[in-house]
């Protein structure tokens, strides 16, 4: 790809971004995108086959970097996890953004109408899962979880839907600080024994 092909794509994602969160995803146009980047039809589909790729190109840029932040927070405690202690480093570091926010949440829309489009997400969906699932696998023998949450993978299940509950919840009051502090609860109350320390009846 030519440095010029890269910045035309990186052009098209940013517009496409303002675009989508100022007028949801389904409200949206090729041509829009097009005037929004001033690029022409031509230039977009030598980028993108459809609203649908731009998206998921999109998408894959915000989770890796959400991947990236939670595995680098999960990272500094050696094999075990001081859980309170990754908890309180996640949730200051963690991609808040409303407006990331309003255009997943109008995408989801759309990909629960369509099976193809919702299997792709699903499996973006699951890169975050994974990054946390394994960070916690190679704490397993270090530090206990719950036993509620059964193995890393239920953990990481429960961890991604307190992020969904949240970030739900940032949508409607805009609280992006309280949002951080209900997060940083909920995920404690979930890796520990709710007093913030695991739980060391499991081995």
């Not at 675009?19 to 980047?37: M, P, Y």
């Not at 990054?131 to 023998?141: E, F, K, N, S, V």
């Amino acid at each position: 790809m030519t440095r010029r092909r890269v910045r035309t794509r990186a052009n098209l994602l940013d517009a496409a971004f303002s675009v989508f969160a100022a007028k949801g995803f389904g409200h949206v146009s090729i041509e829009e995108v097009c005037e929004a980047a001033g690029y022409s039809r031509g230039a977009f589909y030598s980028n993108f086959s459809s609203l649908d790729e731009l998206f998921f190109a999109l998408y894959r840029e915000r989770a890796d970097l959400i991947a990236e932040q939670v595995s680098g927070a999960l990272a500094l405690d050696g094999p075990g996890l001081d859980v309170p202690a990754a908890v309180d480093r996640v949730t200051d570091v963690l991609l808040l953004d409303r407006d990331w926010l309003l255009v997943k949440t109008d995408f989801l829309v759309h990909a629960a109408r369509d099976p193809e489009v919702a299997r792709s997400l699903l499996e973006h969906r699951a890169r975050l899962r994974q990054a946390i699932a394994d960070r916690l696998a190679r704490a397993r023998g270090h530090t206990a979880l719950p036993a509620v949450l059964g193995d890393t993978d239920g953990a990481a299940h429960a961890v991604v839907a307190a992020y969904d509950g949240v970030t739900t919840q940032l949508l409607l009051d805009r609280d992006v600080e309280h949002a951080r502090a209900w997060l940083k609860q909920l995920l404690t109350a979930l890796l520990t024994d709710g007093s913030g320390t695991p739980d060391h009846r499991r081995n």
